[in-house]
């Protein structure tokens, strides 16, 4: 299985109310030094067969469906990279 | 400025509607081959400093301030990482 990892973000010119919600509250919680925060989403897609077996095509796929499907491209950025299958834990 | 990308996912073992219903309109759509699918959040943090100036004492600050602020950590997972600033755009 192949992890496809698609990040959403809104357009750097589309203000963002829950960006500036998270960053407006952290200096009251004593965090300091953070000039900004935007928020978006992450969709990991579990693609069959191997990263390897990834081609262009099915990238463009993916891409087309994340165009389509996952982000609204008239006020969103999307991108679209392959990362490896065991999940990155905290 | 340096980019710091906390990244907030489910659990494995926790259930994601969210996912399960994109995932489940995907064949509809015309996309095949999609195992699975996970919705998450991405934060981009804009930091003050370069990014060779966030020592382990910053960053353990940002991974304090994502525990305790953007996840929910009974119930999600984030990863923190610095990230060249110049967004990744589609």
Do not use: H, Y
């Not at 900004?36 to 463009?60: I, M, N, P, T, Y």
């Amino acid at each position: 299985m192949a992890r496809v990892v698609v990040d959403v973000m809104l357009k750097p010119e589309i203000l963002d109310p829950q960006g500036q919600a998270v960053q407006r509250a952290l200096p009251r919680l004593g965090f300091e030094g953070i000039a900004d925060v935007r928020q978006g989403k992450r969709f990991e897609l579990e693609v069959e067969g191997s990263a390897d077996e990834l081609d262009d095509a099915a990238l463009a796929r993916i891409r087309e469906m994340a165009e389509t499907f996952l982000a609204n491209t008239v006020i969103e950025d999307f991108t679209v990279r392959v990362e490896e299958s065991e999940g990155a834990t905290a």
